[in-house]
């Protein structure tokens, strides 16, 4: 199995510095155009892919959409186990925000946000059962930064944790043991979009 890993196009709480957890928030026009970027490195390039999964967020499912259309690829229906993670209150808040409310430390309070644990054990499930039932498929995966960072911190023990940029691409192949990292959060194909190319 070999899994391409795509976090969603920027939208505007994006832009603005805004936690979205599971809040519904759509692309803006510089998400798309991401998207559309992504989608022309990956036809540009000689590996196959064989259908495009997101989750149920507006925000991924039109990266995925646009993937999808460009690619001439099957769209699957959305898996909410691969939804964002909630971050309860902090959901809308700018940095600022959140520490002149709850402080420096306020990831470790409990202000109604999921556990890596939670997030883990959901995205985890969604791998699972995507190797039980198709072993030999190229899956792409549009999901969500936080989502992404703990997923692949749990398929890929000793992976650098960086921050997972917009439309960043990682791809990793399954030998049925173990995963294996081709590429980690490369977004080199919004390089086109600074260029003008």
């Given at each position: ?14 832009a603005a510095g805004r936690i ?48 999808a259309d460009e690619l001439g ?70 999901s969500h930064g936080s989502v ?50």
């Open positions: 199995m070999i899994i391409g890993l795509i976090r969603h196009g920027e939208t505007e709480w994006n979205q957890g599971q809040t519904d928030i759509s692309l803006s026009e510089a998400g798309v155009r991401q998207a559309y970027a992504l989608a022309a490195r990956l036809k540009s390039e000689d590996r196959i892919w064989d259908a495009v999964v997101s989750s149920d967020l507006r925000r991924a499912r039109e990266t995925a959409r646009i993937l690829l099957p769209l699957l229906p959305p898996d909410p186990r691969i939804r964002e993670r909630s971050f309860g209150l902090a959901e809308g808040t700018t940095e600022e925000e959140r520490l002149s409310r709850w402080g420096a430390d306020w990831r470790s309070l409990d202000i109604g946000q999921e556990s890596d644990e939670e997030v883990r054990k959901r995205s985890l499930a969604f791998i699972a059962d995507w190797q039980a039932a198709r072993p030999d498929i190229r899956l792409l995966v549009v992404l960072a703990v997923l692949l911190r749990a398929l890929c023990e000793g992976l650098e944790d960086r921050r997972i940029g917009n439309v960043s691409l990682s791809i990793l192949e399954s030998d049925g043991a173990g995963w294996r990292v081709i590429l980690h959060n490369c977004s080199k194909h919004l390089d086109t979009l600074k260029t003008g190319s």
